[in-house]
């Protein structure tokens, strides 16, 4: 069996244009798949950049309010403290009400629910 070297030439340019071709589209392939997935990587990060950002908005938040509540607790050790001072005043008083002549009385209990 003899070749005739066109026809063999011939069938392996059709060979290599078909392998070719195939292997090419595979590569497009490729190609679109890698496209995709950093599409998706990238909006990946979009969504990690825009959480990021919400995180330090409510970080922001949470430093106001552990601001404010060291303030509002001031104020409250602050009230507590006037409290006792004024009870420790009243029980002095009272304590001193049994030597108190009627009209003393009057004005200790008029000044007392002022």
Do not use: C, G, W
Not at 10 to 28: E, G, H, N, P
Not at 50 to 60: A, P
């Amino acid at each position: 069996m003899k070749f005739n070297t066109p026809s063999v030439i011939l069938s392996i340019v059709i060979i290599a244009l078909a392998a070719f071709i195939i292997f090419r589209k595979s590569d497009t392939n490729d190609v679109d798949k890698y496209a995709k997935q950093k599409y998706q990587i990238d909006s990946l990060n979009n969504v990690v950049n825009t959480l990021e950002t919400e995180q330090l908005v409510q970080d922001s938040i949470i430093k106001n309010y552990q601001t404010q509540v060291v303030k509002l607790d001031h104020d409250i050790d602050a009230a507590k403290h006037k409290i006792t001072k004024l009870k420790h005043e009243h029980s002095t008083k009272i304590q001193t009400v049994s030597t108190y002549t009627h009209t003393e009385l009057d004005e200790f209990f008029a000044d007392r629910y002022k």
